[in-house]
DNA sequence: TCGATACTTCGATACTAACCGAAATAAAGT
DNA sequence: ACTTTATTTCGGTTAGTATCGAAGTATCGA
């Protein structure tokens, strides 16, 4: 008999709705708390709970704990591709047309990564934070680096009000469609805020491209050192 | 209120071993039929049966009615898909015999996903007509070059006919065992067709699993300039 | 130190669904 | 017409699991 791979575990954590109601929240890549899940799922904390850690055994999503927060993802883009494959082959909601869940799927993704910046920015800067020792990578929780704290606050992002912000401060997020982390988390988000606040970037209106200016260009080559193409 | 996907249903017609059995059995894009189905998932034919009817409701596959015979079919190319994703996030199946790691290293070596190529001969393929210049990859939406045009023609693919199908043209499908993409979409699977046309494959007893016969060698080497293992 | 919040574990209930035996239906061969 | 083979339907048993209330642990803020 030949050797037949057995989906059907990994299938099975997918067919409970509460399960991949909270998997589906989880595409967009942003880590998200148990109680968050369970609001989206529609069920206790107690019943999440033991929905997550059975996704957490089968490896589908992972589990970091800060504090008494604990964040969920998906472990990899493939759980993602899995998971949005599944989407394609199911029947869409009655109210809406084919059409009209196309147009979900876009908003979907352009939700993706909505406050800090992905794409080959996201990440060019990511790896210029990186190479230049501001962010220690070495383990699994990223930590701001001495420099790192020196560079950040001359570049005017306040870090003891960040601090202060429930949310963890920065975390690797998986930018689906280039396979590559980049800098999510407060620190994303502020970095974003304070790129806007400086006119590197346009936010073009309603999309989830950005244009980086000339200044920003300017910009992201004296205080990176990386050219944007 | 975005309205959110419910995978469950689907995912649930995949949760159960037998019938998740009778789906990998029918990703060769042969038609079987119920009792060869029920063998391959070891249950009687009237569990088959039930778990056929669901399937069949579901719309994951068809069937089609010969005689006494029923025939089924995956319905779409998208279920294949979603098939091979969830065999992407599954865990290895363990080898048991030899007999089984022998069908392993075929399937790794060269198999249809559906209806085209994968494994490795399906990297090799993808890899030299991307390097070969013949489909531009440079954007999401792959093309065909006009180099890549000439190409196909030349080897016996008509693209009027092509183009004038519904289906996405290029699909770029991730391949379970080498975790890098392949080629499908139509023009996947008019490849794979052609190349069959020519006897550059021969189907083994899996059916999904293909053998490199030495015409084929031959042509890989000369058309698409890599040597087969 | 104390209360509030986030999360997990335990226990009990209720629901779903897979399974096979028996029997019915349908088509093929003789 | 009769037998064999393919498939489906029905009925009853069994096993697995989603769910929540209650209680316990861990962390944060004051």
Redesign the pocket.
Known sequence: MPSTPDISHVA??L?????SAMLISLLDGRPQ??????QR??????????????L?SGHLIS?E???????FRLTDPNVAHAIESLIEISPPSEIYSLREADEDNALRKARTCYDHLAGRLGINLAESIVRKGYIDISNENYRVTDDGKKFFGDFGIDFVKLK?R?RKFIHPCLDWSERTPHIGGALGAALLDRITELGWIDKKASQRAVRVTELGKEGFHNHFEFSVD
Do not use: C, F, M, N
Not at 65 to 71: A, D, E, R
């Open positions: 099975g954590l067919s409970d709705p509460s399960r708390t148990a109680t968050e899940l369970a799922a529609k069920i206790t904390p107690q019943t999440a709970s033991l929905h997550l850690s059975k957490v589990k704990v800060q504090g008494k927060y604990h964040y202060r429930r």
